[in-house]
């Protein structure tokens, strides 16, 4: 099981990667798809990201599924 503490700096930091151009999609697919298992609350917040993230595979996306990228990581930690 990973640790936690270490999990909300990543997505902070993938978050604000992504929001700013400095990390492309399907990077950020990548790390989220590669997480693994974490303790509540967190476990069911990357659960849900994996499950978005493997239903929209593709890097070129519209705005509305970019939007709930951001969504699903800022609920890994939010």
Do not use: C, N
Request: aromatic share 10%; no cysteine.
């Amino acid at each position: 099981m990973a640790k936690s503490d270490d999990l909300v700096a990543s997505a902070k930091t993938v978050l604000a990667r992504y929001k700013s151009g400095k990390m492309d999609r399907e990077t950020v697919r990548e790390w989220v798809l590669r997480l693994g298992a974490y303790p509540e609350p967190y476990g069911s917040r990357v659960r849900a990201a994996d499950d978005w993230f493997r239903a929209h595979p593709l890097s070129d996306v519209s705005g509305d599924i970019e939007e709930v990228d951001f969504e699903m990581l800022q609920a890994i930690f939010g």
